[in-house]
């Protein structure tokens, strides 16, 4: 096009015979989206359930940004004391502040203003939901290696502000629950050596709760932390494009193609169409679930911790490791430093275990690069049990997190099952060291036996059930051969090998190289290796003389 | 008169005085105190606490001693009041089926005379709390808004702010407040059963516990306002809803999606 416009009086400009084609054409000669469209509409999305999770945090953070803007049309961010006069009768006559008896406006006396509440708060768990489930399949599928690391980052990056945004959300409506929360968050902040209680002052304006925390988190969660999140976004899509989708292997899939359908038009239908299913499923949910219910908790007073104080579940695991952190056993963990500094270890060992999980996360494409020299580019995943080490480290990771993601509802899980909370805070102290170590050991065993399950079905084919006769008497199970469609998915996964520690240029081996040998070791000594096709010929010839047998018997069993 | 004033500096005048003094306050606030202490329902006959002291013997003595005097397995029941054995006994916490952390709630084991029985007995052992009458019950006269002000500030630390209930320290529990019975609610803040503390009238006050129980049973009659409540456990319940039901259908949805290519 730009080819025709350029060259005058050689080609007559295109004319579009219609009235949209038209429009469509003045627009398009005026700001030049063609090319652009073009290209875009041309990128190609290989097709898998596990793919859309990515997309369906993205549909919950627009939710979230149109149900949260019509929140912010009645929403008073003030702590100015009132008196509630609304319709919640329980509420009548209380004094509070203005945020929070706006947010039983919202929920009591503006139209419609309870389903947006509670739609919102369902999308905020959603979104979260769908980010860790998103970073799961990265993760178990080897969509972090290169050249995707940086973007691995910025997803690390879009899982802490997705914290933030939920956090400093949970906390604008000032019941007591959201109180409780902050109240920690003042206590981590105390728990800073030396400037821990500057610190608190800073955040609260003064001594908490002051007068205006609930201004600066309002402008915290509805512009500072989506403005980053949408950024991010921004980068992290940019960033999808460049590298192209990532695909499971199978027939005629490379590391250099893309096999799917493209964005235009099948791709954008089924996304378009997936924003409003996902809209659909939260409304639906918002219309017939009640979530957070504030009435209940009545206005913030620094006084009560009500039974049952939980943060919303993306938040869990940090009150779980406060929880279940021992504050005086087997010796107090208040240290004092020569009487100059207090260091308060009940409070900061938990941070300690929070920041492991963290820094694992972000820097965990740097550290597997490290173990297995591997610095190829990978557009074609693993599946999770091609990947033993991986697969088993990344459960222990989700039971550390589950562990103490549990913890923080242990006062819970004791009255249900009638417990000792005691005993349940016990088990999960045990569980925190152990439980990931245990789960590390059973998941890559798990992946070694489901590996060579594969390995036995290539070569001996599916069970079909039917048990035959041999003439001289032995029986067998006849095994019907694969196709070659799904034979090429079992077999098609890289033959990763022990790398012992090597020498460096001056001929030593040095202690980190060593390090990376055993952790090499631990990756890859017990591998199940793929089929190879001289294995699959041999296992074929012996079948072939089984049913080869079979069949020459067939006339003479028929007698019995 | 002349007696007197000649006594008047006698040694031991100042302690006649102090005496009268004690006296007089004493019985005004005794005066003042027990109009203030919600009026027994129940009038005793001698036959209720004989009868009474028979189940008694029979059903309650083996832990708290033929005389109610208690034993290593049982507190003394001197004192406890009438309201204390209502509540222990029409809960069916009382006779305990077995010793734990915490006397469970069954079915009751005696019906409402037999109940009124034991009480007037233990009534009788000494004075305590009282069964309170109809009118302290009356949720009509109540004020909900007031009642939610010292629910929250004295009573949701261990029965959740909805009153679902919590858990305390090693395996015993505040129950779940939904459902219980007017009278069981104030004569349980009148007599502190099992961890719980004794909220007297001095504390809060007859017209306050009516209150209590005027914002429980609000709660309890008004539907939850957003939809289904998920058992009123708040961020806990809500995060294994979206977890499993919601994760399921996006689970589900991206299944289907993805199935319609080939």
Not at chain 2, 134 to 158: I, P, R, T
């Amino acid at each position: 096009m730009s080819a025709s416009t350029t060259t005058q009086g050689n080609t007559a400009e295109y004319q579009a015979d219609t009235n949209v084609g038209k429009i469509a054409n003045f627009v398009d000669t005026r700001v030049g989206l063609s090319p652009i469209i073009k290209e875009f509409g041309r990128k190609i999305f290989p097709d898998h359930w596990s793919f859309m999770f990515g997309e369906v945090a993205l549909y919950c953070f627009i939710i979230l940004l149109l149900s949260g803007t019509f929140l912010a049309f009645w929403f008073d961010p003030t702590m100015v004391t009132t008196e509630y006069t609304g319709s919640y009768v329980p509420m009548q006559g209380v004094e509070m502040s203005a945020a929070y008896a706006s947010s039983l406006n919202i929920s009591f006396d503006i139209r419609g203003g309870l389903f947006l509440r509670q739609l919102h708060h369902w999308a905020a768990l959603l979104f979260s939901v769908a980010i860790m489930v998103h970073m799961a399949r990265i993760f178990f599928t080897g969509a972090f290696r290169r050249p995707r690391e940086l973007n691995w980052v910025v997803g690390c990056l879009l899982f802490v502000m997705a914290l933030v945004a939920g956090f400093s959300g949970y906390s604008l409506p000032d019941d007591v629950l959201s109180g409780n929360g902050l109240r920690i968050v003042d206590g981590l902040a105390r728990s800073v050596p030396l400037v821990g209680a500057y610190i608190s002052m800073l955040i609260f304006g003064g001594e908490f709760p002051g007068h205006g925390i609930i201004g600066r988190l309002y402008i915290v969660h509805v512009f500072i932390v989506p403005m980053i999140i949408l950024a991010l976004v921004v980068v992290h899509l940019f960033m999808v494009v460049v590298h192209k989708h990532t695909q499971f292997p199978g027939p005629g899939r490379t590391e250099n193609n893309v096999v799917g359908f493209p964005v235009g038009p099948v791709y954008a239908a089924k996304a378009g169409g997936f924003f409003f299913i996902v809209f659909g499923v939260l409304a639906a949910i918002a219309a017939t679930v009640q979530i957070n219910a504030i009435w209940n908790y009545g206005p913030y007073d620094p006084s009560p911790v009500q039974a049952g104080s939980q943060p919303d579940w993306y938040m869990l695991w940090t009150d779980g490791a406060l929880r279940i952190m021992p504050g005086n056993w087997p010796f107090t963990w208040e240290w004092d430093l020569f009487g100059l500094v207090t260091l308060p270890m009940a409070i900061l060992l938990p941070i300690v275990a929070l920041t492991v999980f963290i820094i694992g996360m972000f820097t965990w494409p740097w550290i597997e690069r490290w173990v297995t020299k591997d610095n190829r580019v990978h557009n074609i995943l693993d599946r999770p049990r091609n990947a033993p080490a991986r697969t088993g480290l990344g459960v222990a990771a989700m039971v550390y997190y589950g562990v103490l993601m549990i913890a923080a509802t242990g006062d819970l899980i004791a009255t249900h099952f009638h417990l000792a909370v005691n005993d349940v805070i016990y088990l999960l102290r045990f569980l925190f060291f152990f439980g990931p170590i245990i789960a590390f050991i059973i998941t890559r065993r798990v992946c070694l036996a489901l590996q060579r399950k594969d390995r036995e079905i290539v070569l001996h084919g599916r069970e079909t059930g039917r048990v035959q006769q041999l003439p001289h008497g032995e029986f067998i199970e006849v095994h019907e051969p694969l196709d070659e469609y799904r034979r090429y998915k079992l077999v098609a996964f890289e033959d990763n090998q022990v790398l012992p520690a090597q020498q460096d240029a001056k001929g030593k081996v040095t202690g980190s190289e060593k390090l990376r040998g055993r952790l090499s070791r631990l990756f890859f000594e017990d591998r199940v290796a793929p089929v190879t096709p001289a294995e699959l010929d041999a296992a074929h010839h012996e079948h072939a003389h089984d049913v080869h047998e079979l069949e020459s018997a067939g006339s003479s069993s028929s007698g019995h | 008169m002349k007696a007197l004033s000649q006594k008047r500096r006698h040694p031991l005048a100042l302690l006649a005085l102090l005496v009268c003094a004690l006296l007089l306050t004493g019985g005004l606030y005794a005066v003042a105190t027990t109009t203030n202490q919600a009026k027994a329902a129940e009038n005793y006959t001698a036959s209720d606490v004989d009868e009474g002291s028979k189940l008694f013997i029979s059903n309650c003595s083996t832990c708290h001693g033929m005389n109610g005097e208690g034993s290593d397995s049982g507190p003394s029941l001197v004192g406890v009041g009438a309201a204390s054995v209502d509540f222990q006994v029409s809960t069916g916490r009382m006779p305990m089926q077995m010793q734990g952390p915490q006397a469970q709630v069954k079915p009751a084991q005696f019906n409402e005379e037999q109940t009124r029985q034991l009480a007037a007995y233990v009534a009788s052992l000494g004075a305590g709390p009282e069964v309170p009458d109809e009118e302290s019950l009356d949720v009509s006269q109540g004020d909900a808004a007031n009642g939610a002000k010292v629910f929250l500030a004295n009573c949701a630390m261990c029965h959740n702010a909805a009153g679902a209930g919590g858990a305390l320290t090693r395996g015993k529990y505040a129950p779940s407040l939904m459902g219980v019975d007017e009278k069981q609610i104030y004569e349980a803040m009148q007599t502190g059963p099992q961890n719980m503390p004794v909220f007297n009238d001095a504390n809060i006050t007859p017209d306050e516990k009516r209150d209590v129980i005027t914002y429980l049973k609000t709660m309890e009659n008004n539907t939850d306002p957003g939809g289904f409540g998920l058992g009123s456990l708040g961020p806990v319940s809500e995060g294994l809803f979206i977890w499993t039901i919601g994760l399921l259908i996006i689970i589900g949805f991206a299944v289907w999606l993805t199935s319609r290519s080939a």
